[in-house]
């Protein structure tokens, strides 16, 4: 059996190279051992002129994970308000391009087929990859809503 020295001279010398990521209290430890094991000295030595420290604030190295995931929440709040815009600018397009001298009907159905759908089903494509969850479902429906029931609102004025 290993004595209670030999096991200690063992576990530090396998957290020197992780010197700078181990706890306060591990840190203590090490140094305590380093200073009456020369060979753990030495190690430690080496280990640190082969890897400088490169020691990062904690808060700083917060601050620096933070900005990437703000900018995706920033980004996803910009696309959905901007295929909302454009969604309804779609719309917009279709109610006011109605021709009177056809059937209104068929000519909403058609603007609908032709210029609603794809947009459609290309942004439910990106909210699915970008919301995936509530989002996703709330347009859908309003999607389906839209297509089935803007040409019988349209004829109502």
């Given amino acids: 059996m290993m004595a209670n020295k030999d096991a200690h001279h063992i576990l530090v010398r396998e957290l020197i190279p992780f010197y700078d990521d181990v706890e306060e209290d591990a840190k203590k430890i090490i140094e305590e051992h380093v200073q009456s094991c020369r060979s753990c000295r030495e190690y430690l030595q080496v280990s640190m002129d082969a890897f400088p420290h490169t020691l990062v604030p904690e808060n700083r190295a917060q601050d620096e994970k933070a900005p990437p995931f703000k ?3 920033q980004f996803k709040r ?3 308000f901007f295929q909302s815009a454009l969604r ?3 719309l917009g397009l279709v109610y006011f391009n109605i021709n ?3 059937n209104i009907r ?3 159905d058609a ?3 032709l210029f609603y759908f794809p947009y459609a089903a290309l942004t439910n494509a990106i909210v699915f990859i970008f919301y995936r969850k509530l989002w996703f479902w709330i347009v859908l429906t309003f999607d389906i809503i839209v297509l089935l029931f803007f040409g019988d609102f ?3 004025f």
């Fill in 111 to 113: 603007n609908m087929i």
């Fill in 106 to 108: 068929v000519h909403v």
């Fill in 100 to 102: 009177t001298d056809f």
């Fill in 71 to 73: 900018r995706l929440v």
């Fill in 154 to 156: 349209v004829q109502l």
């Fill in 88 to 90: 309804l600018f779609i």
């Fill in 78 to 80: 910009f696309l959905f």
